[in-house]
């Protein structure tokens, strides 16, 4: 299966970003453009409020 499975995090109806999952089965985030500018960080150690995509850490 290539596709990519995604949803959206929405938090008091506006969009946080989104969760996805990777072909490899390991989730990924990437906070929307808005949610940068003005909201906060859902996580501060392991989602910083920047741009990019963050993918979660085998443990």
Same mark, same amino acid.
């Given at each position: 299966?290539?596709?990519?499975?995604?949803? =959206? /995090?929405?938090?008091? +109806? *506006?969009? /946080? @970003? *989104? &969760?996805? &999952?990777?072909? =490899?089965? &390991?989730?990924? !985030? =990437?906070?929307?453009?808005?949610?940068? +500018?003005? @909201? !906060?960080?859902?996580?501060? !150690? =392991?989602?910083?409020? *920047? +741009? @990019?995509? !963050?993918?979660?850490? &085998? /443990?």
């Amino acid at each position: 299966m290539n596709s990519i499975k995604q949803i =959206e /995090v929405v938090y008091k +109806s *506006r969009l /946080v @970003g *989104r &969760l996805a &999952l990777t072909k =490899e089965h &390991l989730c990924a !985030f =990437e906070y929307s453009a808005e949610w940068i +500018s003005s @909201g !906060f960080s859902i996580s501060p !150690f =392991e989602l910083p409020l *920047r +741009s @990019g995509v !963050f993918i979660a850490k &085998l /443990v």
